[in-house]
Every structure is written in structure tokens, then in C-alpha cells.
């Protein structure tokens, strides 16, 4: 029998987690391979359990959560509630 392949263990940004503007919460998840240089990767979960995947990755954490916070000043924070998904980087 084969073994399966170990998922590779995810280094979460200290900038991530819950973020709540107007009435509305989102989580913000920034993250990358623990232990690697790799650009970081970022997603919104909303209170639906909608994930909303920026499809480009980011050279820092800070740089994801900039875009982020971008988007819902450009979006506002209930353009992650909208069926259709936000502009993305």
C-alpha cells in the first residue's frame, strides 16, 4: 500500500485572524510552507464559510494584509458577502 503524501505543515502570519468592520467579521489568513522563503498566500473566510483565494501570492505578509486592506477601503468589507468575488491582486 502506498503511503499517502504528508500535507506540508503552514506558517500562519502574525497579521492574520479575525477582522470585523460594520457589523461584519471575516478571517483573514495569511499564510506560506513553514520554514520556506515562499511568497505568502492569502485568504478571507467569511461568516458563510466562503473562501475568497488571492490568486496571485505576496513577497511579504505585510504586503497581503496591505491588499487586503485595500480591498475593503476600495470594496468596502461586504464586497467578501456579494456573490461575486472582490478585484484581486
Known amino acids: 500500500m502506498a503511503k499517502k503524501a504528508k500535507e ?3 506558517e500562519h502570519s502574525e497579521l492574520s485572524g479575525e477582522f470585523t ?18 511568497d505568502w498566500t492569502m ?4 461568516q458563510s464559510e466562503d473562501l475568497i483565494r488571492w490568486d496571485e501570492p505576496f513577497e511579504t505578509d505585510r ?4 491588499e487586503f486592506l485595500a ?3 476600495r470594496d468596502g468589507i461586504a464586497s467578501f458577502l456579494d ?7
Not at 21 to 38: A, K, N, P
Not at 43 to 46: D, G
Not at 83 to 89: I, L, Q, R, Y
Open 8 to 10: 506540508p505543515k503552514l
Open 21 to 38: 468592520e460594520d457589523g461584519v467579521t471575516v478571517l483573514v489568513d495569511i499564510f506560506r510552507t513553514q520554514g520556506s522563503q515562499e
Open 43 to 46: 485568504e478571507v473566510v467569511t
Open 63 to 66: 504586503d497581503a494584509f496591505d
Open 71 to 73: 480591498t475593503i477601503a
Open 83 to 89: 456573490d461575486s468575488e472582490p478585484a484581486v491582486h
